[in-house]
């Protein structure tokens, strides 16, 4: 079989997975708001959001924002992420809960409690708003 043919075939047999993201294993139809971050309250109101396989949407404390997203659980990599650009007096808060999606690798879904954590010692904590 030729690369290219193998290739093709891959990505069909790929799709006909279905969603293997943090969507489909608890992530879907909710609002995630963010709790803390490495222990500490998050003090501003920042959101996670999984509208569609692939990906990500919410709000931070100053801005809403969209991504992709396309790893299977549990791994978490939020991809380039596309945020308005309206300045607020959170902006500190919001620029921690941008640099923690982005550093995110793993995501763990218990119930009504999402952790995305990496082996570096991230950990955000995040809980349904349903």
């Given at each position: ?118 082996t570096d010692g991230l950990n955000m904590l995040f809980k349904a708003r349903d």
């Amino acid at each position: 079989m030729k690369s290219g043919a193998a290739a093709a075939l891959l990505l069909a047999l790929w799709g006909c997975q279905g969603d293997e993201t943090v969507r489909a294993y608890g992530g879907a139809d909710r609002v995630w708001v963010l709790e803390a971050i490495n222990g500490a309250p998050f003090a501003a109101t920042a959101t996670l959001t999984f509208p569609e396989e692939g990906q990500i949407a919410g709000s931070a404390p100053c801005n809403s924002y969209s991504g992709a997203m396309t790893v299977p659980y549990p791994w978490f990599d939020a991809g380039p992420i596309a945020a308005t650009k309206r300045a607020c007096p959170n902006l500190a808060s919001e620029a921690a809960f941008f640099e923690g999606l982005d550093a995110a690798t793993l995501s763990e879904i218990a119930n009504d409690t999402l952790i995305l954590s990496n082996t570096d010692g991230l950990n955000m904590l995040f809980k349904a708003r349903d």
